[in-house]
């Protein structure tokens, strides 16, 4: 069902079973980011926080692309005078900063167009789904910028490695789904009508993970990657197990004999 309880202008909310599927609604502007749509994509992402019945997002965007970007009739503010432009750029990043933050497994759903601010969107996600037709690219350096943006510079390396994210961010080349694909920017290409399919799969699998189990999970991956030793990775991931077993362990291993889904407690 909508949620009809928040009032946004720039986004749709969807409540399933645990879930929220997050809509970008500016179809109109191929849901392109202005200052309207990032605060509230900021408020939404950063009161998933305290928000123990939703466990999973599923981001997505209305109309034929997902995100084609930082929306240009915002340009001649940034353009003003540093500060001005510091305050506007803060509030963009935000964004990003909420989206890793929030406790939440985020699902992205690319589909058309994810360019610039769009592709940041999809990159701070933990899982990126694209359709057969998405396109993506840094489109920052193509308009005077440097491609280092909205946490591009830290997740694009991280994901496809030095020599493949130099390429897309020095020359702003777009990749298709083939190549996002083959150089492991997303993890699986499909029809543009089995999107919503693959994501409510893989939401159905987090789900049966335990509450805690989930949210452990986000946050250890996330330490793991700026960790700077394996004993410190592995004393987070034992720290983590501890507190799974007494609420989960047993339940979740006789689940697994019995061959049935798991009934975890809140």
């Known amino acids: 069902m909508t949620d009809t309880n928040r009032k946004y202008r720039t986004l749709q909310v969807e409540t399933r079973r ?31 926080a305290s928000r123990a019945d939703i466990r999973v997002v599923v981001l997505r965007g209305a109309g034929p ?4 970007g930082f929306d240009l009739d915002d340009v001649r503010e940034l353009a003003t005078d540093v500060e001005a432009a510091l305050r506007v750029q803060r509030h963009i990043t935000s964004v990003v900063l909420a989206m890793r933050r929030c406790p939440q497994p ?3 759903l690319v589909h058309g167009a994810a360019c610039g601010a769009g592709f940041a969107l999809a990159l701070a996600a933990d899982v990126r789904y694209a359709a057969d037709d998405a396109r993506m690219n840094v489109a920052m350096a193509r308009i005077g910028l440097t491609g280092c943006d909205m946490g591009i510079s ?9 020599s493949n994210a130099s390429e897309l961010m020095m020359g702003g080349r777009f990749v298709d789904a083939a190549r996002a694909l083959r150089i492991g920017l997303v993890s699986e ?46 004393a987070m991931e034992d720290r983590g197990q501890v507190l799974c077993f007494a609420p989960y362990l047993e339940e979740g291993a006789a689940a697994f004999r019995e061959k049935r889904e798991p009934r975890y407690r809140p």
């Not at 605060?39 to 009161?47: A, K, M, N, P, T």
Request: proline content about 2%; aromatic content about 8%.
């Open 154 to 162: 830290y997740f694009l390396t991280r994901a496809i490695g030095g």
């Open 106 to 108: 985020i699902i992205a």
């Open 65 to 68: 692309h997902f995100c084609a």
């Open 189 to 234: 290409v499909v029809a543009r009508n089995a999107l919503e399919d693959v994501a409510q799969q893989l939401a159905g699998e987090m789900l049966a993970m335990s509450p805690a189990g989930l949210r452990l999970t986000k946050e250890g991956i996330a330490f793991a990657q700026d960790a700077g030793s394996l004993e410190a990775v592995v």
């Open 18 to 48: 645990q879930q929220e599927w997050l809509t970008l609604n500016r179809p109109d502007r191929f849901n392109a980011l202005d200052q309207t749509m990032a605060g509230e994509l900021g408020d939404y992402f950063s009161e998933l």
